[in-house]
């Protein structure tokens, strides 16, 4: 089955990027677990916050693929003879997946209390200032200037640097 593509116009040429990332936010799974909150914890960081509880620290891998965020878990099978009369706490793997925007960095990330913290930041561009001199005609500059070509009836039809 082909795919058709919001951006197969020939006007619409370097859309491809925008393109994947549409890609990857709909393959991103909408099944709600593990939940999730994203909080902001200053003007330029972010906080994800997964419940993975009865997830351990090498059950979990938190990698950056591109501008795309994916956690998954999965619990080693250690039973041990165990019998569970109920199992309400969800022992399955996961992935869930973020999509970020261009420049954004990811921090670190914490497992506290079966709480898995990835802390995000978007580092600000410093503002460049450049100053620049200013030459008057006394000083020497050079100047320019630009002649108007004109065709027989009189009308301009182009300008042209001399």
């Not at 799974?29 to 620290?57: C, D, H, K, W």
């Not at 090498?58 to 109920?86: I, K, M, P, W, Y």
């Not at 001199?133 to 200037?145: K, L, S």
């Amino acid at each position: 089955m082909t795919r058709l593509s919001v951006f197969n116009s020939p006007l619409l040429l370097g859309f491809d990027h925008f393109e994947r990332v549409l890609d990857r936010v709909s393959k991103t799974s909408a099944e709600g677990y593990p939940p999730y909150n994203i909080e902001q914890t200053s003007e330029n960081g972010l906080r994800i916050t997964l419940a993975v509880a009865g997830f351990s620290m090498d059950d979990l891998a938190v990698t950056l693929e591109d501008n795309q965020l994916a956690v998954r878990g999965r619990q080693s099978e250690d039973e041990s003879g165990r019998v569970f009369l109920h199992r309400g706490i969800a022992a399955r793997q996961f992935q869930r997946s973020f999509v970020l925007a261009e420049g954004m960095e990811v921090t670190g990330a914490t497992l506290d209390n079966g709480l898995l913290h990835i802390d995000l930041v978007r580092p600000m561009p410093e503002p460049r200032v450049r100053s620049i001199p200013i030459q008057g005609a006394a000083t020497g500059a050079a100047r320019r200037t630009i002649t108007v070509d004109g065709d027989e009836s009189g009308k301009p039809a182009r300008r042209r640097p001399e």
